[in-house]
């Protein structure tokens, strides 16, 4: 079987998967099988006393819990290198209709001629300039910047926004699934930057293996990574060495976003990175925004076997074991508090498990209420801001900085996600020029 045909029958296959009525029912609001509590996220946590205030929870509770979150789920995230730049270049100074300039910067990871090196892409709204600085919104890609930007003059190549094969991928999950809406994002005031993780961290279990070690090289003793999904949230920090340096870009306003496998990296990166201001994982499920101890969805069994080089080892010690894990999601989405969080969901997307990334939110939300904050303003699944049809930003900020999001459908980047994503971007970060949805 050809490639075409591999990629076109498994996304079939994952489609008609998250659209069966399992699907319909366990993405629902009720969820008829019990479930093991999670921990609360101010109790008692390996013998740290209850917390408190705010103070205690960013002094005492955040170390414990990222120490956890290494050991138990992710494995080291390699924040101690950091990105810099050893080249870049102009590629199209009339990019998406003259809406911006796009650019690509050629990145080391730490040092030495061996180093590693990644590529990032960028556009930049018209008049972005050292006395007219924009806010960011950072993304990692699956197959390659050329595609995000549907420009073949970028070195990354990969999926092309044309063909039989992209038209069939873009049917099944969604229109934006490889492009996304550049010339609106960059009208609406935003520099856009994506980056291909495969140079650092590839998703195959042997090719990551390899880089796993030549990151542990680099590394303090008992710091080599053991998860690529650790190595991608590091990634958005080594983008971010690099893109808040500029002088155009506003490095107190940045949203990092990813959509499944990149949505957990982006939730873990907000969690252990506070130079980001504002993150969107959509439809991150398992081992992202939904909780370990949810039983609807892809479970730690499947995710683990599937992809044994996501995660840390020990994580696999909770496949049907779930009850056992000292941690769960929520803990991490509330190492975020009190920046903005958004989780995207889709109805069918049965294997994220909405419920189950509803519930986190939930979970996290008294750290939030702990920081002054809102939090979770959203009373239940139907309380969603595409349900109640396309709320102004006045009823969104009644939703707190914790949104929980669904629309119809099932796993992929659609309009509507745009829609949503750019509003809440708006809100948090953006210099909300204007507030008109993505025109299809």
């Given at each position: 079987m050809g490639l075409f045909a591999r990629v076109v029958a498994g996304a079939v296959l994952f489609a008609a998967a998250a659209c069966t009525p399992l699907g319909l029912n366990t993405a629902s609001?009720?969820?008829?099988?019990?479930?093991?509590?999670?921990?609360?996220?101010?109790?008692?946590?390996?013998?740290?006393?209850?917390?408190?205030?705010?103070?205690?929870?960013?002094?005492?509770?955040?170390?414990?819990?990222?120490?956890?979150?290494?050991?138990?789920?992710?494995?080291?995230?390699?924040?101690?290198?950091?990105?810099?730049?050893?080249?870049?270049?102009?590629?199209?100074?009339?990019?998406?209709?003259?809406?911006?300039?796009?650019?690509?910067?050629?990145?080391?990871i730490g040092e030495g001629e061996?180093?590693?090196?990644?590529?990032?892409?960028?556009?930049?709204?018209?008049?972005?300039?050292?006395?007219?600085?924009?806010?960011?919104?950072?993304?990692?890609?699956?197959?390659?910047?050329?595609?995000?930007?549907?420009?073949?003059?970028?070195?990354?190549?990969?999926c092309m926004?044309?063909?039989?094969?992209?038209?069939?991928?873009?049917?099944?999950?969604?229109?934006?699934?490889?492009?996304?809406?550049?010339?609106?994002?960059?009208?609406?005031?935003?520099?856009?930057?994506?980056?291909?993780?495969?140079?650092?961290?590839?998703?195959?279990?042997?090719?990551?293996?390899?880089?796993?070690?030549?990151?542990?090289?680099?590394?303090?003793?008992?710091?080599?990574?053991?998860?690529?999904?650790?190595?991608?949230?590091?990634?958005?920090?080594?983008?971010?060495?690099?893109?808040?340096?500029?002088?155009?870009?506003?490095?107190?306003?940045?949203?990092?976003?990813?959509?499944?496998?990149?949505?957990?990296?982006?939730l873990l990166a907000a969690a252990f990175d506070p130079r980001i201001e504002a993150v969107i994982p959509l439809q991150a499920g398992k081992g992202g925004a939904t909780l370990t101890r949810a039983y609807a969805g892809e479970s730690v069994k499947q995710i683990t076997k599937s992809y044994p080089h996501w995660f840390a080892p020990n994580y696999t010690r909770y496949a049907d074991h779930?009850?056992?894990?000292?941690?769960?999601?929520?803990?991490?989405?509330?190492?975020?508090?009190?920046?903005?969080?958004?989780?995207?969901?889709?109805?069918k997307d049965v294997w994220s498990d909405p419920n189950g990334a509803y519930r986190s939110a939930l979970g996290a939300s008294p750290v939030y209420q702990l920081m002054g904050k809102r939090g979770l303003g959203q009373a239940g699944m139907k309380d969603s801001p595409e349900i109640k049809g396309a709320p102004s930003n006045k009823d969104r900020a009644e939703m707190g900085e914790l949104e929980w999001f669904i629309r119809p459908g099932g796993h992929g980047v659609r309009v509507v996600d745009w829609d949503e994503m750019l509003a809440f971007c708006d809100r948090w970060i953006g210099p909300q020029k204007n507030s008109e949805p993505v025109k299809q």
């Open positions: 609001t009720n969820i008829q099988k019990e479930e093991a509590a999670h921990p609360a996220v101010l109790g008692a946590f390996e013998g740290d006393a209850p917390v408190t205030s705010a103070e205690e929870w960013t002094r005492r509770r955040v170390p414990l819990l990222r120490a956890a979150f290494e050991k138990e789920v992710y494995g080291p995230v390699p924040q101690e290198l950091h990105g810099s730049v050893v080249s870049r270049r102009v590629v199209d100074t009339n990019f998406a209709n003259g809406a911006g300039v796009l650019e690509e910067i050629d990145v080391r061996s180093a590693p090196r990644f590529r990032i892409a960028i556009a930049l709204p018209r008049g972005a300039a050292a006395d007219h600085k924009v806010p960011l919104i950072l993304n990692q890609n699956f197959c390659g910047n050329a595609g995000t930007f549907d420009m073949q003059e970028l070195s990354d190549g990969g926004n044309h063909g039989a094969m992209s038209s069939v991928i873009r049917l099944i999950f969604g229109k934006y699934i490889m492009t996304g809406p550049n010339q609106m994002i960059l009208e609406r005031g935003y520099a856009y930057a994506t980056m291909y993780a495969g140079p650092f961290a590839a998703d195959d279990p042997a090719a990551a293996q390899v880089q796993l070690e030549a990151l542990g090289r680099m590394l303090p003793e008992g710091r080599k990574p053991q998860g690529v999904v650790a190595v991608w949230a590091a990634g958005f920090g080594w983008a971010l060495d690099v893109l808040e340096a500029d002088p155009r870009i506003d490095a107190s306003k940045t949203a990092v976003w990813g959509h499944s496998r990149q949505g957990k990296a982006a779930e009850a056992d894990i000292p941690v769960d999601q929520h803990q991490l989405i509330a190492m975020v508090a009190p920046r903005p969080v958004m989780l995207g969901n889709g109805w």
